[in-house]
């Protein structure tokens, strides 16, 4: 069964400051994976996404993601966070496309100035 | 172009009561997923339709059940509601490359 995991349920940055997000996964077969991010009240909005190919994906926002397989881990980064960075960020895997996915239960992020 | 819209916006009901919601999904899209998000939690895959027929489901019982309809909206219905089923309900719409997701219908159950 597919799963997976994000390990830090809330993080505190300072505005400016570097960002990583850590996610985990488990996944029979190739995964294609997704960062979400949902503000308070709001759907999800796809941050990025790795199906094939590099394994740095780049998205919107300024946030980049590496797939590394050996460690089944899809972790999200960004250089300096800005105050609107504040949000929900939630993992996902999918066996095609970017159906039928399966989150991991989110890491609150809060930025402080 | 329209995106994904979903009513209402919130809801109250009592344990026992029936709920119907309601998916628009974006312009060209043919593919609508349900997601339920509990309080503090991901998103759950419930169900998904594809040209008006099942395409797949989660690990939900079958008082939750779904239809789409030829102009590729869907409602999900849930019967017999319990308190574990007030959540976020989130609808999704895919054209196969990307997916959508509408803001969502709060679901309370007293």
């Known amino acids: 069964a597919q799963s997976v995991t994000q390990p830090d349920i809330h993080i505190t940055v300072s505005e400016g400051a570097s960002l990583e997000l850590r996610c985990n996964y488990s996944y029979g077969a190739t995964p294609y994976l997704f960062w979400y991010v949902q503000s308070p009240g709001q759907g999800l909005q796809l941050l990025l996404k790795y199906f094939s190919g590099d394994t740095l994906v780049q998205g919107i926002k300024g946030f980049e993601a590496e797939f590394k397989r050996s460690q089944s881990s899809f972790n999200l980064r960004k250089p300096s966070v800005h105050w609107s960075d504040a949000a929900e960020y939630f993992c996902?895997?999918?066996?095609?496309?970017?159906?039928?996915?399966?989150f991991g239960t989110g890491t609150r992020l809060t930025i402080i100035p | 172009e329209t995106g994904v819209t979903q009513s209402p916006t919130h809801l109250i009901k009592t344990r026992g009561q029936q709920v119907t919601l309601r998916c628009s999904s974006q312009s060209g899209h043919n593919t609508v997923s349900w997601y339920q998000q509990a309080l503090g939690q991901g998103p759950q895959f419930i169900f998904q339709?594809?040209?008006?027929?099942?395409?797949g489901r989660g690990n939900f019982p079958p008082r939750f059940s779904g239809l789409q309809f030829p102009n590729y909206s869907s409602e999900l219905n849930v019967n017999a509601l319990e308190l574990d089923d007030s959540a976020l309900y989130l609808c999704a719409s895919t054209n196969g490359l990307d997916q959508f997701f509408g803001p969502g219908t709060r679901l309370t159950v007293l």
């Open positions: 339709y594809y040209r008006e027929e099942e395409n």
């Open positions: 996902a895997v999918g066996p095609f496309g970017n159906e039928k996915l399966t």
